[in-house]
Every structure is written in C-alpha cells, then in structure tokens.
C-alpha cells in the first residue's frame, strides 16, 4: 500500500534496500533500513508474496497508457538491484489507439535489469505481467522502466559531468537547467565516421537520465535532453544538454488569454498536447490567473503565467517540472537541511543584495463585452494557415475555411483553406482593463536612494495586491549566501540553514547549485534569504 507509481514516473525510486520479515532477504549487514512512515520512494511493491514456487497466485499488473502513439526500441524494467530481486517470468503486451492487441511476448529475465530489445510501432499502452520471481517469497519490486535501447556509461567512461540546477522564486525569469559531461570510448560505436555506431543514430532532444553514488545510495539527479556532441579526440567526446524548460525555449506559444481562468485549468490547456510533463502544488489549483500572455516561447508564456500565480517551477531531482508557491524564508518552520561551518569549503562568501525601496506591478484583466467583432478577413490560397490575433478575442463563427484548432487559451487559430478564397474570422472582443498596485518602503531615513521595481504582467485584479506584498516581501530577503560544500546532497527550492560570519546564521531557499558529480560530489551554492541568530 505503500508503493507509489509517480516515483516510476519522476524517477525517483530509492536504492535503498528496506529491511522486511521476507525469508533469507534481510541482510544483517547494517545496510537494510526500516522503512519511513511516508515518503518511502520503492517504486511498484506487490501487495503479496510470491509462494513457495516464487509464482504469484494472482500475478501483479502495470499498466502504462500514453496520451499519443507511440514507437520503441525496446522495454527496460529495473527490479531490486541491492538484492538481485526480480521477476523472472513476465509477459508484455502492447494495444493501438483502438485498444486492440498488437503484440505479446514472454520472456524470463536472469537479473535486476532486463531489456527486451524489442522494437515495437504505434503502441498506446502497454500491460506488463508479473508471474514469478526468482526466489521464493518475494514481493515484487519494480523501481525502474525506461523506453528505448540503452547506453549506460558509468565509472570512468565519464572523465567530467557537471550539472547545473536553478530557480527564480517570482517567476520573473524562468531559468534552465544543464548537464555537460564528456566520455571516454575506445568504441567503434562512438566513431564519428562510423554510420552504423551509436554516435551517428545519436539525435537531438534524446533523453538522459543522470545518477550519482551519495553515501552508497543511487540518487537521482535529474532528466536533461542532449543538444550538442563533439569530438574532441579519438576517444573524448563532448555533451551538452538541458532539462524540460531548455525545450521550451524551442517550442512556440502563439499566445494565452486567461480571462477569468483558475491555474487548475490553465496550466492542464497549457500543456495539453505538448510533451512537457508537469505536477503542481494542489494549493495553486484555484488561484486564478487573469490577462493575455505575449506570443513566444513555451518558456517565455509560462513564466507568464506563474508570476501572476505566485508560483515558481524547478526541474531538479525528478524527470517532471514541478510547479509550487513562492515561498519566503519567514514561511519555514524546519529547515531541510543544516550546513555547519565544517560541512562549507574557505571560498564561502555573504553578500547583502541591492536595498529595493519599492514594487509596482502594472496588471492586465479583460473581460468580452463586444461580440460579433470581425478580427480577420483577406483572401488566403489553399492550404493550413495559422492566424495569429492581434488582440484576445474569442472565436465564435468563421467562414471560407475549416477549422483545424483553437480555444479559448489561445491567441490563434489553426485553419485549412480547400480553395484560394476569402477568409473571415468572426469573435467577442475582449476589452483590457489596467490596474497598477504598489507597495513602498514607508520608513526609509532621509536622502536614503528610491530603488523601485516596475513589473508589467497578466495579474487577477483580486490577487495583485497580495502578489505585490510578497513580491516586495521576497525582495526584503537581502542576505545572499554563496558557499561550497563537499559530498552532501541538497535540492534547489528547498529550505536550508548555514553558518556564515559573526556567529550568525542565514535562513532560507537553496536558489542555484552548480555540481561536479565526477570529482566528489561538490556543490557550489546560492542560498537567499534572512539572517538569524545563533
């Protein structure tokens, strides 16, 4: 019952081996630990044993639905890897769009992690069965599934991999994550002149998924997409890639209205259709987000939107972006981490940021009170258009084309044209309304230099005054701790204390971590937030 399948979707299921009433599985070797209360990251846990025969009475399912069709090289499934446990008779099934059986295969593993090595096309789900395993009372454990024929490289196949993770806690910028690391490969396989190798199959956007050894526990430390390869020698070639919100910057956004719409809704219309996978903080659901967002990016337009949330997203430690409320250091009640001064390198510095006297947010509602409104008429030549408006409008009736895609959110409309002809777009007109809110600094000493920061976003009228108090608030956190720490393992966006100078402490959020996961896990950190007292 406490299994939990979204640590098979993030990738965050633990390596921990937890300590049960099994037979002959609980190694008294000081590793097998009990298992916490909550939070316990195992993955997929059969709810019974395996008989004496290690076959399962009534086998364990796992069914995987995708929301499109899809093509694979291959199926791996990651079972107990501390304890070699696994199922060692499995059969998997994959059905079409229509929920017809296009395939089933037996096969018997001989260890923790197995591939079928199977191609399989235009599959929408796939049904796993667990019949067996290879020993006898056993619970099955699954901790992994990957899609696609696998390259591991590992040990010292890699001669550097740094990672970079980082946050912006308004959302007034969305920041990307990256991981370069570069390999060595007496292979023919890495051959950039071989075109059979897997240097030349290699393609852009491929998935990474990036672990690191932290006191003998696999941590997960994120999924990241390759953008660049290079060849610097023979045998050393060079990596580049970013994480989900990188992708973004790719993908274009012909533009949002959010009129009146809660974040439950329009975050699952920002996304629907995309590739981008996301989870968000069930306290953000019913906030609502007001205005139109500027055509751009993916990135551009969300960023958008969760600023006018009071939210910020991260993309570290799980293979989903992960949208959250901004929070302040005064909100903590326990810190997830101490860092003692003997845990920091001698590089460790503390600055005091910028005093800002001032927020000033400019906010944009609208609502539709013209209706009939013609926003678009010209003669288009056959074929798809895409018709980009130049203000909210919501489209109610069209003509001389058929229509391919719209709603609401979006600022655009995706049309066919069967013969060169007129074109008309019919819509309600959204009329914008303007709202500026402030906060100041009210006892500043004479002469003292007016600092005010001026936003201009799509803001609910009845959220931007306590939108403009916390971003103020944020700002008030001047105290910017800049450390080195060696072999510990910290997350960005969560909460951390540290020494620093004069006896005093700093409280607040981990904002940047800059990681050198080859040379002894070291960390460079930037932590905001407000001084206290030893």
């Known amino acids: ?90 059969d998997i ?61 590992e040990g010292a196949d890699i001669l550097a991999a740094d990672v970079v993770e980082e946050i912006n806690m308004l959302s007034t910028e969305l920041p990307v994550g990256t991981f370069d690391f570069i390999i060595f490969s007496s292979s023919e396989d890495f051959n950039i002149f071989n075109p059979a190798g897997i240097y030349a199959n290699l393609q852009e956007n491929q998935p990474i998924d990036v672990y690191e050894f932290i006191d003998s526990e696999m941590v997960y430390i994120g999924q990241y997409f390759l953008k660049t390869w290079v060849s610097l020698s023979e045998q050393k070639i060079k990596f580049t890639a970013v994480n989900q919100i990188g992708l973004m910057d790719e993908l274009p956004f012909y533009g949002a209205t959010m009129c009146s719409g809660d974040m439950l809704n329009t975050i699952y219309n920002f996304f629907y259709g995309s590739n981008f996978t996301y989870e968000m903080d069930s306290s953000l659901e019913n906030i609502f987000v007001y205005g139109s967002a500027s055509n751009g990016s993916y990135r551009e337009v969300l960023q958008q939107i969760l600023f006018g949330a009071g939210a910020y997203a991260k993309c570290t430690r799980s293979n989903v972006i992960e949208i959250l409320p901004t929070p302040l250091a ?96 019919t819509g309600d007109q959204y009329t914008e309304h303007l709202r500026k809110y402030s906060v100041y600094n009210g006892t500043l000493p004479r002469g003292t230099q007016k600092n005010n920061i001026f936003i201009d976003a799509a803001v609910a009228d009845d959220v931007i005054e306590t939108l403009t108090q916390r971003v103020y608030d944020y700002y008030q956190q001047r105290y910017l701790e800049k450390t080195k720490i060696f072999g510990k393992n910290v997350v960005v966006g969560e909460s951390a204390i540290v020494d620093t100078l004069s006896n005093r402490q700093i409280s607040g959020f981990i904002e940047y971590c800059a990681t050198d996961l080859v040379n002894g896990f070291v960390s460079n950190l930037r932590i905001v937030g407000d001084v206290v007292s030893l």
């Open 93 to 153: 099934a994959y059905y079409n769009a229509l929920n017809v059986l296009i395939r089933t295969d037996n096969y018997t593993p001989t260890s923790w992690e197995f591939s079928t090595g199977q191609a399989v096309s235009s599959f929408k789900k796939i049904i796993v069965t667990f019949n067996s395993t290879n020993k006898a009372y056993r619970y099955l454990r699954l901790t992994g599934v990957d899609f696609g024929d696998l390259v591991v490289f």
């Open 330 to 425: 005064a909100d903590i009640t326990e810190h997830e981490y101490t860092i003692a001064k003997s845990e920091k390198g001698i590089t460790s510095s503390l600055e005091l940021k910028p005093l800002v006297t001032g927020i000033e947010i400019l906010g944009h509602s609208f609502d539709d009170n013209i209706s009939g409104v013609t926003f678009f008429q010209k003669v288009l030549e056959a074929g798809e258009h895409i018709i980009i408006y130049s203000q909210p409008v919501i489209l109610t009736s069209f003509s001389g084309c058929t229509l391919l895609e719209s709603g609401d959110l979006y600022n655009y409309v995706k049309i066919n044209v069967a013969s060169t002809g007129t074109v008309t777009l």
């Open 1 to 90: 019952t406490f299994s939990n399948l979204t640590d098979l979707k993030k990738n965050t299921v633990t390596s921990k081996p937890y300590a049960t009433y099994e037979p002959d599985y609980w190694l008294l070797d000081g590793n097998y630990k009990f298992k916490p209360n909550d939070n316990a990251h195992v993955g997929l846990w059969s709810l019974s044993q395996s008989n004496a025969s290690g076959v399962f009475s009534v086998p364990p399912q796992l069914t995987i639905t995708f929301g499109s069709v899809q093509s694979s090289d291959g199926l791996t499934l990651r079972f107990a890897s501390a304890s070699n446990d696994y199922a060692d008779d499995i």
